[in-house]
């Protein structure tokens, strides 16, 4: 391969001067892995040619009466936005020097703002007062930056309003410059020229779709390391600290373990060398604590953390930078590309290698995502005709609607945004019936929020979340049929995401090495003694999970794995010797007093 076609380059060679052709109607994306400087092209070198324009238009007055061009930069996280925010004071003296006597500093020509904070603008919005005066907001923007664009698909399923925000914004910006950019932009980029405003009469002309401006990836300073399960990362975590000086950064996959896992590593019983002041736990709730709101604003001006061990949820999987030597691991539980891609890009490259714990998710993983999606679908299948009947009235006129096709079928997905600008009645028959279902069913109404939402009277269809589930339907299922087979399919998954080649992928087999080495230690404490119940229950949730792991390959009897699950008894001699039998292990267990049962492990001859 070209050593040119895989060298690492930072967005403003890719895009070079091309920029500067960029124009009304535009619209642009932008892929381009973390660190690769997207962030810094906005703020620094677009930024500063567009402070430049203005310089040279000073004297000029555009149409609508303004001077200067305004940027309008959305982000899909708040602390996100603190960071832009700050990034952008820091360096406006500098551009603003560069632009000597233009009266546009770059605060006041960039705004940054949240998707949500809109969509919360747009769903408050009940009078014709409110909505001339959000038009009238937006309406001062000539660009408009998407970072983190991903969002309004991956973030679709459980916030269905972001098909309102989208919408909304392809309008208003229809005929400005669009600026799509993410380092996950795989399941987007077709969405953006598929779902858009069609000629009428909200859009006066079509959309300019230039060709994507794309990075190379480069994972090569990852070291992947899978794991078993959540206790597995407590061992993992106070075994390091007593001998490394690292930092970790933790994404849990729920504010209930991101609190349990905080408190597991600081138990007064942990001889690991943590204390409570080394562990730090963020979520979305971070303003309410006044350790993890100092933490976030302290993140936000330095990019770096004094805690020991960062622990967070989603909060923080987007857009955050960590510019810290310090931290060299990262524990994800993720289990789908675009969060995984995303929360291992808050660690900025620094030339040193990453140690990336990644959860080793099972077959019954998969199930239970899959089982759960599937209600979903079911569900989406049974609101598609009721919800295409709303808009029947309407089907004469095709430029009103967005036409998806899924499931081989063409689902109109209306776009509520249209009716406040022009208004048309609808069948209140058909809205009154999915209503009624929705109050009087709690399972519809749970399976239908992850892509219904309401605007302005009706109810309507997140395509990019009907979209998503279709999509994590299909991958569920393939990973639930691999596990089956191959215990470390989403390891190996996890490495196709990185692009690792075959070569490298040594993680897995090492982990089952490991594990095997780990059980034989524990066991060795517990041969030739004498082995009380207690004992053998002991022993047993010593091993259990080390076994299971390594039992998976060999589709071993599920009457065995049933017994050895329940927690109140230890192993069987029969099935503790068939299982060292089985992993090669030379230890043999013997019961010595049936009456009082005592056991014990031997070495086998």
Not at 40 to 63: A, D, G, M, P, V
Not at 141 to 147: A, L, M, N, Q
Not at 405 to 431: D, G, K
Request: hydrophobic share 30%; charged share 25%; glycine share 2%.
């Amino acid at each position: 391969m070209d050593d040119n076609a895989t060298k690492k380059k930072y967005l403003s060679e890719i895009i070079g001067d091309s920029f500067k052709t960029w124009k009304p109607y535009d619209v642009v994306t932008i892929t381009a892995p973390t660190g690769c400087g997207k962030t810094h092209f906005c703020l620094h070198t677009y930024s500063k040619y567009i402070l430049e324009q203005n310089t040279r238009r000073n004297q000029s007055i555009y149409s609508d009466g303004r001077k200067a061009q305004r940027i309008l930069y959305l982000v899909n996280r708040t602390i996100l936005k603190k960071q832009i925010e700050e990034e952008i004071r820091k360096i406006s003296n500098t551009l603003e020097i560069n632009s000597t006597n233009t009266g546009f500093p770059l605060s006041s020509i960039i705004t940054v703002n949240t998707y949500q904070n809109i969509e919360s603008q747009l769903s408050n919005a009940n009078t014709p007062n409110n909505w001339a005066s959000i038009d009238n907001c937006y309406s001062s923007y000539d660009i408009v930056i998407y970072d983190e664009a991903h969002y309004f698909f991956s973030d679709s399923n459980f916030n269905t309003y972001t098909a309102l925000s989208y919408n909304f914004l392809r309008y208003k910006f229809n005929n400005k410059i669009q600026i799509f950019m993410s380092a996950t932009m795989d399941n987007m980029t077709p969405l953006i020229k598929k779902y858009h405003p069609y000629l009428n009469y909200l859009c006066d002309k079509k959309s300019n779709y230039l060709p994507s401006y794309s990075g190379n990836k480069d994972y090569s300073y990852v070291t992947l390391v899978p794991f078993h399960n959540k206790n597995d990362i407590v061992n993992i975590i106070s075994n390091d600290s007593k001998c490394k000086n690292e930092k970790w950064l933790v994404f849990v996959d729920s504010k209930d373990y991101g609190r349990e896992l905080e408190s597991l590593l600081t138990q007064k019983e942990n001889s690991n060398n943590i204390t409570r002041s080394d562990v730090i736990y963020i979520d979305s709730k971070y303003k309410q604590n006044e350790k993890s709101l100092y933490a976030v604003n302290t993140l936000t001006k330095s990019n770096y953390l004094n805690q020991k061990i960062i622990i967070t949820t989603a909060v923080m999987d987007n857009g955050i930078s960590f510019h810290d030597t310090s931290l060299r691991n990262i524990v994800i539980f993720a289990d789908t590309e675009e969060e995984f891609i995303q929360m291992l890009g808050r660690k900025r490259e620094d030339g040193q290698k990453v140690t990336v714990y990644a959860c080793l998710h099972d077959s019954e993983h998969f199930r239970k995502r899959l089982q759960s999606i599937q209600g979903k679908e079911d569900r989406y299948n049974d609101c598609l005709p009721q919800i295409s009947s709303l808009y029947d009235i309407e089907v004469t006129n095709a430029q009103q609607h967005y036409y998806i096709m899924e499931n081989n079928h063409s689902t109109i997905s209306y776009n509520p945004i249209e009716r406040i600008f022009h208004p048309i009645p609808i069948p209140v028959f058909a809205q009154q019936n999915i209503l009624k279902k929705l109050l009087e069913d709690e399972s519809f109404y749970n399976n239908c929020k992850s892509f219904l939402y309401f605007f302005n009277g009706i109810v309507a269809i997140n395509p990019f979340a009907s979209t998503r589930i279709i999509k994590l339907r299909k991958f569920y299922e393939d990973m639930q049929i691999q596990l089956k087979s191959n215990p470390f399919a989403f390891i190996n998954k996890v490495y196709d995401w990185l692009e690792i080649p075959d070569s490298e992928r040594h993680g897995a087999i090492n982990f089952e090495n490991d594990q095997k080495i780990k059980l034989q230690a524990i066991v060795e404490n517990y041969k030739d003694k004498e082995l009380s119940k207690e004992l053998c229950i002991q022993l047993k949730k010593a091993t259990l999970n080390s076994i299971k792991y390594l039992l998976t390959p060999h589709n071993f009897e599920s009457s065995v794995i049933t017994r050895i699950k329940k927690n109140d008894r230890g192993y069987q001699p029969d099935d503790f010797n068939q299982i060292m039998s089985l992993l090669g292990l030379p230890y043999v267990m013997n019961l010595l007093d049936k009456n009082k049962g005592i056991f014990k492990i031997t070495t086998s001859n």
